[in-house]
Nanobody
Framework: EVQLVESGGGLVQAGGSLRLSCAAS????????IGWFRQAPGKEREGVSC????????KYADSVKGRFTISNDNAKNTAHLQMNSLKPEDTAVYYC????????????????WGQGTQVTVSS
């Protein structure tokens, strides 16, 4: 059974940092790409970043380039999203999801999702 569990969310002031983690199980980790997505109240889910676990290829949404960094640890079946210089507009529930074999920021391609972790950035 595929399981994705996010952690690391919380409340932070603008300009602060958070590190999200996505612990994965139930599939061959390095055969997949991991995507991070977010959804704010009243808005559609949007892609933030993704990484292809086998070769490390990465993509970022323009809104987070230079502030967020995605990484993966194939030995621990875990992906991380380091979020720096956070802004109030980054407030959302953040989700990780998996896709085989490529990386895309379009959430409609992803089948398996975690339950999400709340990130709130105060001004």
């Amino acid at each position: 059974e595929v399981q994705l569990v996010e952690s690391g969310g919380g409340l932070v002031q603008a300009g602060g940092s958070l590190r999200l983690s996505c612990a994965a199980s139930g599939f061959t980790f390095d055969h997949y790409a991991i995507g991070w997505f977010r959804q704010a109240p009243g808005k559609e889910r949007e892609g933030v970043s993704c990484v292809v676990n086998s070769n490390g290829n990465k993509k970022y949404a323009d809104s987070v380039k230079g502030r967020f960094t995605i990484s993966n640890d194939n030995a621990k079946n875990t992906a991380h999203l380091q979020m720096n210089s956070l802004k109030p507009e980054d407030t959302a529930v953040y989700y990780c999801a998996i896709l085989r074999p490529a990386c895309t920021l379009d959430p409609t391609f992803y089948r398996y999702w975690g339950q999400g972790t709340q990130v709130t950035v105060s001004s």
